[in-house]
C-alpha cells in the first residue's frame, strides 16, 4: 500500500513494516498443505520486495487453481484421472463442461486456428506468445458468462419444486489448463507470458524442456531439448511470477526428452550419459564442416544428405558407456568382461547424473588406458549436440522437475502402458506422491496400438499409475473436422432433411442446450440486464414475442 510520511526516517521504518508484514503473510501462504511439495530456491522477503505498494489481489484464476488442484487431489486419492481434451470455443468448453472436470488449452490447436497473427501454421511454437493466452481469455470470459447467465434463471426460481424441474446446474466454471509450450524466449519471456496466463484465466500451465526457438510438436523429428537446470530455472520463474501475483497457479513440467535426438549444451552433468560421440579417432573434420566444404562444392541437399549418413558411419557414433563397453570387449586381456562392464555401469547409468569427466575416469582405471570420445565432431550445423533421449532420460529429468511442478509428464511416441509403467514407477521411487500427466494424443494410431478393450481402460489403469491427469490435445479440431465433413457432404447430397434429421432432430433427442442457440447465447440474459437499465421495460427486446425459438418451447429445459 502507498507510505504517507512526514520525515525520512518515519518512512524507513513504515517502509520495512510493511514489507515485514507482507513476508509474514507470504509465508503463512506457503505454509499451508498445498505447498508440501513445492521447493523454492528465493525468500519471501525477495517476493514481497517485487510486489509493490498496492495490496495483494486474488485473481480469479488462482480461484480456479485451487479447484484444479482438488479436482487432481481427489482423483490422486482415489486411483482415478480427470479425463479432457482441447477446446476450441464456446460452444466446446460449454459442451465439456456437463461431462468434464477440466478444460484443456493447445497450442497445436492455436497455431492453426487460433494465432493472434491470423496465419495458421504447424505447431512450432513460431505464433506471437499472447496467442494462447489470449484464448484462454476467450473461453474463461465465456465459462464466466454462461455461469452468470445459468445463475441468473436458477435465482429467479420462486420454489424448490422449480429448480428440480431446471435439473441440476451445469459447473460451467471448469479450470483450465493451458499450453505455454517453451515459454517463448528466455526467462523473462517464461515470466511475461505466465503473467498474462494468471491475468488472462489458466488455472495451470504446462512447459516443456525443448528450446524455444527449434521447438516441434511432441510427435515430430528434430527435437532438441535445453539442459536440465535450464528447464528448471524455467519452472522456478513460473512459479516466482505466479508468487509475486499471489497465485496459487498448477505447474505441469513436461519433458520431450523420451524422443529427443537433440541437446543444445553440453553444460548440465546430468544430460552426459544421454550425449552422443564419434569413437573413430580418424575422423578429424567434424559434420559440420564437412557439409559446409560440400556446399562450397555445390552439393545439394541429396547428395549432404548421403554426406551425413557415410561420415555416420565413420564416425562410430554411440554413447560412451557403448564406446566403454565396446572396448572392454575387444581386450583379450579382460577374463570376465561382462563383470568389468556391469561393474562401470553401476557407476555409470542413466539416473546416476554422472559427468562424462568421471565416467571417463573410471574407464580409464578399469581399462588401463583412455577411451577415444568426442561430441563435439557430430554436431549439426545448427551448432547443436546428438542426443540419445529414452524412457529412463525422461525419468532423470522429470525426478530433477517434480520439486518445482505439481505435475511432470513425459512426452512419448506411443501409447504404450508398460513404458507408462517405467516411467511412473521410476519417478515415485523418488517422489512417491508426486502427480503424472499423459497426453492421450491422435497423433497415435490407436487403431494400431491397441484392442478396443484395452483402448476402454487405457485411462482407468494408467490412473492406478498416478496419472491424475490425461488429456487428447486435439480432439477439438478432430471431432469439429469429423463433424463438419460428414455435414457437410451430407447437405450438399439431401438438402435441409441433412440438418433437420442429422443435426436439429439429434440436439433434441441429447438435450443439447445449443439448439436454442439464442438462449444458448444469452439473448434471455442480455434481455435482462437492457430492462434492468430502463426500468424493467425494454421494446427492443431480443426474446420477446416473435422469437422464432418459440417454436422449440416444448424444450423448455433446453
Not at 526428452?257 to 552433468?269: G, H, M, N, V
Not at 436454442?516 to 414475442?545: C, F, R
Request: proline fraction near 3%.
Amino acid at each position: 500500500m502507498p507510505i504517507s510520511t512526514n520525515g525520512q526516517a518515519n518512512e524507513f521504518e513504515q517502509l520495512q513494516q510493511v514489507i515485514q508484514n507482507e513476508v509474514k503473510e507470504i509465508e503463512k501462504w506457503w505454509s499451508e498443505p498445498r505447498w508440501n511439495q513445492t521447493q523454492r530456491n528465493y525468500s519471501a522477503r525477495d517476493i514481497a520486495l517485487r510486489r509493490g505498494t498496492f495490496d495483494s489481489v486474488t485473481y480469479p484464476s488462482s480461484l480456479m487453481a485451487d479447484k484444479l488442484f482438488k479436482v487432481l487431489e481427489k482423483h490422486n486419492n482415489n486411483g482415478t484421472a480427470s479425463r479432457t481434451f482441447g477446446a476450441m470455443d464456446p460452444v466446446q468448453i460449454t459442451q465439456m463442461a456437463k461431462y468434464l472436470d477440466t478444460i484443456y488449452i493447445s497450442g497445436w490447436q492455436c497455431s492453426s486456428t487460433a494465432s493472434t497473427s491470423n496465419e495458421p501454421g504447424p505447431d512450432l511454437a513460431d505464433y506471437p506468445m499472447d496467442t494462447v493466452p489470449n484464448k484462454c481469455d476467450h473461453l474463461f470470459k465465456a465459462q464466466q458468462f454462461h455461469d452468470r447467465k445459468q445463475f441468473e434463471v436458477r435465482g429467479n426460481a420462486t420454489s424448490q419444486a422449480a429448480l428440480d424441474d431446471m435439473g441440476p446446474p451445469i459447473d460451467y466454471l471448469t479450470p483450465i489448463v493451458a499450453d505455454a509450450d517453451a515459454g517463448h524466449g528466455g526467462l523473462t519471456a517464461v515470466y511475461k507470458l505466465t503473467k498474462m496466463f494468471i491475468e488472462r484465466g489458466a488455472a495451470g500451465i504446462h512447459m516443456e524442456d525443448q528450446t524455444s526457438t527449434n521447438k516441434k510438436c511432441g510427435h515430430m523429428a528434430g527435437r532438441c531439448v535445453i539442459p536440465v537446470q535450464e528447464h528448471v530455472n524455467r519452472l522456478i520463474t513460473i512459479r516466482m511470477c505466479a508468487d509475486v501475483m499471489n497465485s496459487n497457479l498448477v505447474i505441469v513440467a513436461r519433458s520431450d526428452s523420451e524422443a529427443a535426438t537433440l541437446i543444445s549444451s553440453t553444460i548440465d552433468t546430468r544430460d552426459h550419459y544421454f550425449i552422443v560421440g564419434a569413437t573413430n579417432p580418424e575422423v578429424e573434420l567434424s559434420l559440420a564442416e564437412t557439409q559446409d566444404l560440400a556446399i562450397t562444392q555445390g552439393a545439394d541437399g541429396k547428395k549432404l544428405a548421403q554426406i551425413e549418413k557415410e561420415w555416420t558411419e565413420k564416425a562410430g557414433l554411440k554413447l560412451f558407456h557403448e564406446a566403454f563397453a565396446d572396448a572392454v570387449n575387444k581386450e583379450d586381456k579382460i577374463a570376465n568382461k561382462q563383470a568389468v562392464i556391469d561393474q562401470f555401469n553401476a557407476k555409470v547409468g542413466p539416473l546416476t547424473e554422472t559427468s562424462n569427466r568421471d565416467a571417463r575416469k573410471l574407464a580409464k582405471e578399469l581399462l588401463g588406458y583412455d577411451i577415444y570420445f568426442n561430441w563435439e565432431l557430430p554436431r549439426v550445423r545448427e551448432g547443436l549436440y546428438r542426443y540419445r533421449g529414452g524412457t529412463q532420460c525422461a525419468v532423470m529429468r522429470a525426478r530433477a522437475f517434480a520439486p518445482y511442478a505439481d505435475l511432470v509428464w513425459m512426452e512419448s511416441n506411443y501409447p504404450d502402458y508398460q513404458q507408462a509403467v517405467e516411467f511412473a514407477e521410476g519417478v515415485k521411487a523418488v517422489y512417491p506422491n508426486k502427480w503424472l500427466a499423459y497426453n492421450l494424443s491422435p497423433s497415435f494410431n490407436w487403431q494400431k496400438a491397441m484392442s478396443v478393450d484395452e483402448q476402454h481402460t487405457f485411462i482407468d489403469r494408467l490412473g492406478k499409475l498416478g496419472y491424475v491427469w490425461q488429456f487428447i490435445t486435439l480432439a477439438g479440431i478432430h471431432t469439429t473436422a469429423l463433424a463438419i465433413n460428414a455435414f457437410a457432404r451430407d447437405f450438399r447430397q439431401d438438402g435441409m432433411k441433412a440438418y433437420a434429421q442429422n443435426v436439429q432432430q439429434k440436439e433434441m433427442d441429447d438435450g443439447v442446450d445449443v439448439l436454442k442457440h439464442q438462449k444458448w447465447s444469452g439473448a434471455e440474459y442480455i434481455d435482462g440486464v437492457l430492462k434492468l437499465a430502463q426500468g424493467g421495460v425494454s421494446a427492443t427486446a431480443a426474446m420477446g414475442e416473435g422469437v422464432t425459438e418459440e417454436q422449440f418451447k416444448d424444450k423448455s429445459k433446453l
